[in-house]
């Protein structure tokens, strides 16, 4: 059974940092673009950052340029999306999504497989 499974949500203060881990089973990430997906309470599912299969491409939402990273490590089937200088407007549940019909990625949430979301709450 294909499986995405997010870890590393919390609570922290604005300025503070997270790192969110998507980690996959019952199939290997390298034949996917995996994206992070956000949605916070009233508003649509937003994309937040993508990347390729190889790992040689990424893109990222304007509002979190600078501050996010995302990077994969098809050996442990894990992407991680790296969050810095946190700010209540990235309150929100985080999404990663993988598809396989993608050569790069898109932060549009037209992915086949999603896991559950996990929490992240920036506040003082």
């Known amino acids: 059974q294909l499986q995405l499974v997010e870890s590393g949500g919390g609570l922290v203060q604005p300025g503070g940092s997270l790192r969110l881990s998507c980690a996959a089973s019952?199939?290997?990430?390298?034949?996917?673009?995996i994206g992070w997906f956000r949605q916070a309470p009233g508003k649509e599912r937003e994309g937040v950052s993508c990347?390729?299969?190889?790992?040689?491409?990424?893109n990222y939402a304007d509002s979190v340029k600078g501050r996010f990273t995302i990077t994969r490590d098809n050996a442990k089937n894990t992407v991680y999306l790296q969050m810095n200088s946190l700010t209540p407007e990235d309150t929100a549940v985080y999404y990663c999504?993988?598809?396989?019909?993608?050569?790069?990625?898109?932060?549009?949430?037209?992915?086949?497989?999603w896991g559950q979301g996990t929490q992240v709450t920036v506040s003082s």
């Open positions: 019952g199939f290997t990430l390298d034949y996917y673009a």
């Open positions: 999504a993988a598809e396989s019909r993608y050569s790069t990625c898109v932060l549009i949430p037209n992915y086949n497989y």
């Open positions: 990347i390729s299969k190889s790992g040689a491409s990424t």
